[in-house]
């Protein structure tokens, strides 16, 4: 405790002979940390809040479409049309053990009516896993459940725009009938508004839920060319981030195989794959904030020339009592020591202030309310690291030489100085 106070007097007194200088260098360095620290949340804030839009539409999804054939295979002629089936979705889950879920999708329009309003809207057939997959939120009630799905049951979950269009404020929807097509339909549950910035069919909240099922028997597809079975798309979920392109590979194989294409003719399925989608975002975001954080390591690179300016000052002002020190017995190692503690010191003192004024600059933001695409400023532990982190080494750099050539005088040349 009496070698830090003892620093802390060296540093206090260097600061105060040398009042604008020490307050401009101290300012860099407090600026150079809390650019850092704040450029790095800023980039870890728009990365969350771009994952949390994404997550609206499915948290890792991908989605396959039925496309058309772009090459020759099996002896099948290209620009055929591949219509996915439900079949597919079977397989998937049978033999690709890359992936966690899979679920398929109807889709058609249909005429709803209520005792109070009516409207043209789209009826998704899904099964009750839809829901987790797509990040189907439920306010009152339930989502579809398995034996809905078995018993192809005439129930159906209403999205928010559907409800207001159908029943405005009423209460008491859940468990009330409508009409689909003219056939009763139960419902048994109600979507919440939903934040949804991106779709490959429309808002979440403007669609019916109805079994998959039940969906073939009473509603099926206008298509002249629908036979039961046949699906819109399906959306699978890989069972591991880091292998999304082999779940991927798994996949268009089993579809080739099903519908006699070349695996490698994309066009055939077309796929969103929003693993892929993420990890271009985060790539973009990580660059910007890697090249920003640099420029904030320049300016706290300035601050630290500034810490060898005062340093080397204070070791002119102070060789008398370096030469006497050494008189007494002092060693060369003891002196670096000293000079290059107080140069650190010195250092990570303003560091720290800078460190504490970006930390309360992100309280302050977060308590306000956020945008969709923004998470705030997130000041993670890793982020303090890495700002104290490039605080050490320049510390360390800007105190070495000053601490040095303390260090190289001799007892007879500093006790012969004047100033």
Partial sequence: MTYVAELLGHVVSSLMRNKLRSFLTMAGIAWGVASIVL????????????????????????????GRTELQAGGQRAGRRIRLTYKDVEDIRRECYLVRHAVGELKDSARASSPFNSGTFSVLGVEPMFSKIRTIPIGRGRFLSEGDSHEARRVCVLGNNV?????????????????????????VGLMPDKTQTSSYDGMDVDKIYIPYSTM????????ANFVPGILDDLVYVPASLLEWKAAQQQVRRVLARNHRFDPADERAVPMWDTVESAEMVDTIFTSMTAFLATIAVVTLTLGGIGVMNIMLVTVTERTPEIGLRKALGATRRRILADF?????????????IGWLGSWSLARVVNSFPMPDAFSGLPVENSTTAWAFAALGIVAVASAMWPAWKASELTPVEALRYER
């Fill in 39 to 66: 450029i790095v949340a800023m980039g870890k804030g728009f990365q969350q809040g771009e994952r949390k839009r994404m997550k609206q539409l499915g948290e890792n999804i991908v989605i396959v479409f039925g």
């Fill in 163 to 187: 409800r207001k269009q159908l029943f405005a404020d009423r209460p008491g929807v859940v468990g009330s009938e409508i009409k689909l097509n003219g056939l009763p339909f139960q419902v």
């Fill in 216 to 223: 073939v028997r009473d509603i099926p597809e206008k298509d």
């Fill in 340 to 352: 290059l503690a107080e140069g650190i010191l010195l250092a990570l003192v303003s560091g720290g």
